[in-house]
């Protein structure tokens, strides 16, 4: 048994590409904690690290009162990838949707973390998403070509729901890998 922690990012929020894990863990009546937090407007100035993890140690500890034998898993967007810090120490299982790959302290983190990782991003996200990063942390990594930091593609709306469908796919096979 598994339990989710959906780490929104800078808006605070449980988005889309958050909603999408939310329905995955559903599916595998999994508990989920989803945090949401009105983050400072500068945040990223300084160290949001300490801001992020707060957060989510709180959640953790909730789904830990919640369901105690559930073997958590992380679940952040952009900002939430502060957290992967946090899942090095605990070397808890973690998926990163469009993490903050230009920042090193992020990539060591999720690079120091034996436990399983997955990490998407697109193509097109070249303020945060840093293709040879990801692969270097040795985590399973999807790349979305010309995918934004929101992984929408241009042209049709129909081409950024096949990408939801492949991001979906891709967080199901982790899980169900985790669950073995």
């Keep these: 048994m598994i339990s989710g922690i959906l780490i929104p990012g800078g808006t605070g929020t449980i988005g889309t590409l958050l909603d999408l894990a939310w329905e995955t863990l559903a599916d595998r009546t999994a508990h989920v904690e989803a945090i949401t937090w009105d983050a400072p407007r500068d945040i990223l100035d300084g160290d949001p690290e300490p801001f992020v ?60 973390n034996p436990a399983p990782q997955l990490l998407i991003g697109g193509t097109a996200d070249r303020r945060w998403w840093d293709e040879e990063a990801a692969r270097s942390t040795g985590q399973q990594v999807l790349s979305i070509a010309e995918g934004t930091h929101s992984l929408r593609v241009p042209g049709p709306i129909r081409k950024f729901t096949d990408v939801l469908g492949t991001a979906g796919t891709a967080i199901e096979e982790f899980l169900d890998a985790m669950g073995r």
């Design 53 to 112: 993890r707060a957060h989510v140690e709180q959640a953790l500890a909730a789904a830990q009162d919640v369901a105690p034998p559930a073997r958590p898993v992380l679940i952040g967007k952009s900002l939430g990838s502060y957290a992967a810090a946090l899942a090095a120490d605990r070397s808890l299982p973690a998926i990163w949707i469009t993490p903050l790959l230009t920042r090193p302290g992020v990539v060591a983190a999720i690079t120091r």
